[in-house]
């Protein structure tokens, strides 16, 4: 049985265009996660720069911030810039739906722990969730 609770606070202008939750679910079944309380919100720049601001002191706009709140079991809190998110994948030349899969995996990956500080870690965050996405898509 899934012990899994997920909130999405979809607070972007912007529309997500594919169910949040049910893909999120997808992706934590992808990685055999049962248990946990995971909390996305879909938000736009003045709000994700305030975040950033505020609890990483840091002064400019991202695409994801990701608050990991406990290990056993995952929970946390994810931040997602839906204008950024839309403009890299514009810059990247890839589908916004896409663009927007990959970043919330990426929250997940967060929460479980690994990190993107080194271009080695990166870069292994990089194949990891391109390897679940196509996992999930089928490819």
């Known amino acids: 049985m899934?012990?899994?609770?997920?909130?999405?606070?979809?607070?972007?202008?912007?529309?997500?265009?594919f169910d949040a939750e049910s893909y999120l679910r997808s992706v934590l079944n992808a990685l055999d996660i049962e248990t946990g309380s995971f909390e996305y919100s879909f938000v736009d720049k003045p709000t994700i720069l305030d975040v950033n601001q505020t609890y990483l002191g840091h002064d400019y706009v991202t695409d994801i911030i990701t608050f990991p709140l406990d290990q056993d079991p995952i929970q946390g809190d994810v931040y997602i810039c839906v204008?950024?998110?839309q403009e890299n994948a514009m810059d990247l030349g890839h589908l916004f739906e896409f663009e927007l899969k990959i970043v919330m995996i990426h929250g997940v990956?967060?929460?479980?722990?690994?990190?993107?500080?080194?271009?080695?870690?990166?870069?292994?965050?990089?194949?990891m969730q391109l390897e679940l996405f196509n996992r999930l898509v089928g490819c």
């Open 109 to 127: 990956l967060h929460l479980l722990g690994y990190t993107d500080y080194t271009d080695e870690d990166r870069a292994e965050m990089d194949r």
């Open 2 to 17: 899934s012990l899994i609770q997920i909130v999405i606070n979809d607070l972007s202008e912007i529309p997500i265009p």
């Open 83 to 85: 204008d950024e998110v």
